[in-house]
């Protein structure tokens, strides 16, 4: 693979990357921002968030939906621009919330780690479905620091990554959309993926950001192809006009504590991948 470019710098905390309507959206959780960036490096602010974490995805109508992760709210921004809560998740945990991925049928999965990170002591976390009309409930528990999250392009199964458990862990989604037939899909060898994507060759990249790189594996955990990067990768995605470009969110980190420190200093890669990218997001 040729290396990647840089397409944009500034970030404060990238993460959640999402291609849609040609361009690449993010969320900048360190300056409380989705943005929108163009393959010529072009960029807008879309949105200001005042939470954190926050992750974006797309009902299939077209409107945003926005985990307010420090509220446990999940918004939905309407075509008008206004921000409504599309669903109430307090009750489900008493933990930010995460990760999200929007199905073709509409149906959202939604994660939370389990635990206040950083400064409290570990717990595993939970999966929580809501469907279109807002309605919220559990439907996995007991993940190792659930984080990105994939569907497959025929709505059957679901791919989180488990980023304390090194591993890749997948479901079947029932006709009603709970997660069933918990199984392994890829044991990483130490690796702590964050956010992933699929692609055509059922290969699935994930961001690891203490081995600063960004990884393509196939089913049963081998290794198809290493990028490395000089600061952990947080996240990845397959868009450009193709699908076969790899945008890789990319931070400087030094721990928790380093949360703290505003620095502009993250970035969007970009590089041509072996094949396209399918499913959601």
């Known amino acids: ?40 490096g072009r ?8 939470s954190f974490p926050f992750s974006i995805d797309w009902l299939p109508d077209g409107r945003l939906l926005i985990v307010s992760g420090g509220d446990r709210l999940l918004l939905r921004r309407e075509m008008d621009g206004s921000l409504v809560t599309h669903s109430d998740l307090t009750s489900l945990s008493d933990h930010p919330w995460n990760e999200i991925v929007v199905d073709g049928r509409g149906n959202a999965y939604v994660n939370s780690i389990g635990f206040d990170f950083p400064g409290e002591e570990f717990g595993t976390g939970i999966i929580a479905l809501v469907t279109p009309d807002g309605s919220a409930r559990q439907v996995a528990d007991g993940v190792e620091f659930p984080n990105g999250m994939v569907v497959s392009p025929d709505n059957a199964t679901l791919i989180v990554a488990e980023s304390y458990g090194h591993r890749l862990t997948a479901f079947d989604i029932a006709a009603d959309g709970n997660l069933t037939n918990r199984r392994i899909w890829a044991q990483l060898d130490g690796g702590y993926p964050d956010g992933i994507c699929l692609d055509a060759d059922n290969a699935v990249w994930y961001g690891d950001v203490p081995m600063k790189r960004c990884v393509r594996v196939r089913e049963g955990g081998e290794v198809l192809q290493m990028i490395d990067l000089d600061r952990g990768c947080f996240a990845c995605m397959l868009g450009g006009e193709d699908g076969r470009s790899l945008f890789l969110v990319a931070n400087e980190w030094a721990g928790p504590d380093s949360l703290a420190d505003a620095s502009p200093a993250g970035q969007v890669l970009m590089v041509e991948a072996p094949a396209t990218g399918v499913g959601w997001p």
Do not use: F, N, Q
Request: hydrophobic fraction near 50%; proline fraction near 8%.
């Open 1 to 40: 693979m040729p290396d990647p470019r840089i397409l944009m710098t500034g970030l404060i905390m990238g993460e959640s990357p999402r291609w849609h309507d040609g361009r690449l959206w993010l969320s900048d959780w360190g300056a409380h921002k989705v943005v929108a960036v163009d393959v010529a």
């Open 43 to 50: 960029s807008e602010v879309i949105l200001e968030v005042p």
